[in-house]
């Protein structure tokens, strides 16, 4: 996906989410490669991320608070500090991804790979991680 219709997207998303629902439009990127993409900080709180491909994109900071990830790929993807509570990872691949810090408060991690994820401080309270697989995983100070 181009940048600027990227911009285009998160902007419209932004009006949406300001206006509670009345403007703008909910992002809607199902399927969309974002490989490589620089969304950090970005506010995608409830977007659809469902089967994007978000691998080894930048999303240090972002807001992805209740939002459609389900078989995303995330592989190698920096979450560092990102807020992911209420999200919904089912079946996403997160091998190798950078989640130190983030919050997972709530999440649907079932059946999500997480192996070799650097989860070091993240919050995990409340996520459901049934069938996740966390080999080689750095869990060190992840509370729970």
Same mark, same amino acid.
């Given at each position: ?8 997207? *998160? ?53 992805? &608070?209740?939002?459609?990830? &389900? ?7 920096? /979450? ?8 919904? /990872?089912?079946?996403?691949? *997160?091998?190798?991804?950078? *989640?130190?810090?983030? &919050? ?14 650097? *989860? ?23 509370? &729970?």
């Amino acid at each position: 996906m181009e940048q600027k219709q990227l911009a285009q997207i *998160l902007a419209a998303h932004l009006v949406w989410l300001i206006s509670e629902n009345k403007f703008g439009e909910k992002a809607n990127l199902e399927g969309a490669d974002l490989r490589d993409a620089n969304l950090e900080g970005a506010d995608l709180e409830h977007a659809n991320l469902q089967g994007a491909d978000l691998g080894d994109s930048d999303l240090d900071g972002a807001n992805l &608070r209740s939002a459609i990830l &389900r078989g995303a790929n995330l592989e190698g993807a920096q /979450l560092e500090g990102a807020n992911l509570e209420y999200a919904n /990872l089912e079946g996403a691949n *997160l091998e190798g991804a950078n *989640l130190r810090n983030t &919050r997972l408060f709530s999440a649907k991690l079932t059946g999500a790979n997480l192996r070799k994820a650097d *989860l070091e401080g993240a919050h995990l309270q409340g996520a459901l991680l049934f069938d996740a697989n966390l080999e080689g995983a750095n869990i060190k100070g992840v509370t &729970r």
